[in-house]
């Protein structure tokens, strides 16, 4: 978002990120800059330091200023820290900006046992039910719009929109002959709902029948016994035909990704199913759940859709995805696929909250 915003020269766009009762502000360009440093990083930052490669060019805005700057405060992500929670009811209820929220997923608050007990469930409650009683929300897919209206607001938004996540964060190439090379690609983070054994029997099925692949996995460690996740890291010592990086770069992914001779991504209860696209417009066929919500208005092109994720099942698809005519075929449709771009996303999401701002605040 704040890449693709950074092209707008009105300058009147801002980032900000509250500390101590105000926002530091800066231009999205160099938001976005300081996001990549944050995101990428293999530690923690604090908000003392996050405000210092803010720099110089930020500029603190009291929360009672808001309006005053502002047409609009849009939250972006998931909020469980109460000082925001705080902030955006108190900006929604003052009735003197419009306020907008991008709601990601509803799994917080609909499948809580598949997170750490470690996360705070007081700021999921509180965030998930204004997100329920707000009017104004973005969804990122169809599916998740309709969890969050018959399973938590249980009822229509009055000014709701969807918004689906762009597909090229890795690049596009579409059709590509690059591939059928030896490697299956697993993307996400190692934890039970991506069902990694799974994919891992089927990598030993296929080498017993002669078939001659590779499977590299790529995510880090989650919520996984300790065991399970010391087997993979003593397999990868052991077997030349497979690994795991467990810190992956974006290019190590793409690089990996335009020559895989497809990918997999079989988990379930997923909040959107990102590294599903991601593969797809990178020109990799890949075989995936059928429940995912990013495929729900898009045509099957280039994927293997599994409405039973058994081993027999997902045997069966790799078995057959591996044959180079059948996934030739797979890698031909995908050049028809209408698949969604990250200005796509942005362009949308701005129409969306401009139209809103003509509609006076009551």
Known sequence: MAEQWASDDSGLTRFGYL???????????????????????????????????????????PIDCVWALFDAVLLSEPAYRMDVLSTFLELSRSG???????????????????????????????YFQW?????????????????????????????????????????????????????????????????????????????????????KIFGRAGVESPEFLESLRRRADADVGFSWSENPTDQMITQALES?????????????????????????????SADLPCLKNLPSHGQMRLAEVTGPVVLEAARQAADEEFNDGLRMAIQHLPLPSWQGFAGSLRDWIESSCAVPLN
């Open 131 to 215: 997100i329920s009683n707000h009017e104004s929300v973005a969804f990122i897919s169809d599916e998740i719009k309709q969890q969050f209206e018959s399973r938590l607001r249980r009822r229509p938004y009055l000014n709701a929109t969807v918004c689906p996540l762009g597909s090229d964060g890795l690049g596009y190439r579409g059709y590509s002959t690059a591939g059928h090379g030896r490697q299956i690609v697993a993307l996400g983070t190692v934890e039970p709902k991506k069902r990694y054994p799974l994919i891992l029997e089927t990598y030993d099925a296929l080498r017993r029948d002669g078939t001659d692949v590779e499977l």
């Open 96 to 126: 003197r900006v419009h306020t907008f929220a991008l709601a990601y997923d509803a799994l917080p608050a609909l499948s809580p046992w598949i997170f750490p007990r470690s996360l705070l469930r007081r700021e999921i409650d509180i």
């Open 19 to 61: 500390v101590d009762g105000a926002y530091e502000t800066v231009a999205p360009e160099v938001f976005e800059h300081v996001l990549r440093q944050v995101f990428l990083a293999d530690r923690a930052f604090e908000s003392d330091e996050i405000i210092s490669e803010l720099g110089e060019t930020s500029a603190t805005i």
């Open 260 to 288: 895989a001779l497809f990918s997999m991504f079989i988990g379930t209860e997923e909040g959107y199913g990102l590294p599903a696209l991601e593969s797809l417009a990178l020109g990799a066929p890949v075989i995936v």
